[in-house]
């Protein structure tokens, strides 16, 4: 069974630039939520969607943004990126109704220069 | 004030000694406690899933929870240079959350 992909691992931007992160859950899983990943703060929560809808959402500004598709896949989108977002963000799925293990994919890098 | 404290180490033990990583959260309404690994390069991956108070064991981990003291531990015994990882504590208020609140993670090496 696939894991949780997500696309592009890597990514270099500039300042001012906007940029969109893909995920593909494992088959079967119809909740997706976001991480931002920092070495200063660590994993934080974005937001969480399950059908489509976005169920809860982190402390994060406006210029982060998501939504997922009918097939369970997601995009998150960040808008006139800054330096500080420069972090892994990780994306997981989970099957709904379980105990709520969340299966991480392995991260998009993102640098901000 | 973070909501889950957890010291980022690094942290170093021989191959076979028992490690101890430990974190301590504020919120006395969390119910669900776990422990994720995270590899170099990799997404983290779930370890231990509890339920409240108590200890649970799988192999050669144990983890415990003291909520009155809003405390958790992961144990590693007879540790092995596998076990060489970042280890994360996350904490839930609601069964099958998406929503974890994490510590800041603890690099552990263990030297062959």
């Known amino acids: 069974k696939a894991g949780v992909t997500q696309t592009p691992r890597y990514l270099i931007k500039t300042r001012g630039q906007q940029v969109t992160l893909s995920c593909s859950p494992i088959s079967g899983h119809r909740s997706v939520s976001w991480y931002q990943q920092t070495p200063g703060q660590g994993l934080q929560f974005l937001f969480e969607?399950?059908?489509?809808?976005?169920?809860n959402k982190g402390n994060f500004p406006g210029r982060f943004s998501g939504r997922q598709f009918s097939n369970s896949r997601s995009e998150m989108n960040v808008s006139t990126l800054e330096l500080g977002d420069s972090a892994l963000y990780l994306c997981?799925?989970?099957?709904?109704?379980?105990?709520?293990?969340?299966?991480f994919g392995e991260g998009s890098r993102l640098t901000v220069l | 004030q973070k909501e889950v404290e957890q010291d980022p180490g690094p942290l170093s033990v021989p191959e076979g000694a028992i490690v101890s990583l430990n974190c301590t959260y504020s919120?006395?309404?969390?119910?669900?406690f776990m422990w994720y690994r995270q590899y170099s390069r990799k997404g983290p991956e779930l370890l231990m899933y509890t339920y409240s108070s108590g200890n649970k064991e799988d192999g050669r981990f144990t983890a415990q929870v003291d909520k009155s003291s809003k405390y958790i531990s992961l144990f590693i015994r007879d540790s092995q240079p596998s076990d060489s990882a970042t280890y994360l504590c996350a904490m839930s208020l609601i069964q099958g959350a998406q929503k974890l609140v994490f510590g800041q993670g603890t690099r552990l090496t263990i030297n062959p």
């Open positions: 997981a799925s989970s099957f709904s109704g379980s105990t709520g293990e969340l299966f």
């Open positions: 919120n006395s309404a969390f119910q669900y």
């Open positions: 969607y399950f059908s489509e809808t976005q169920r």
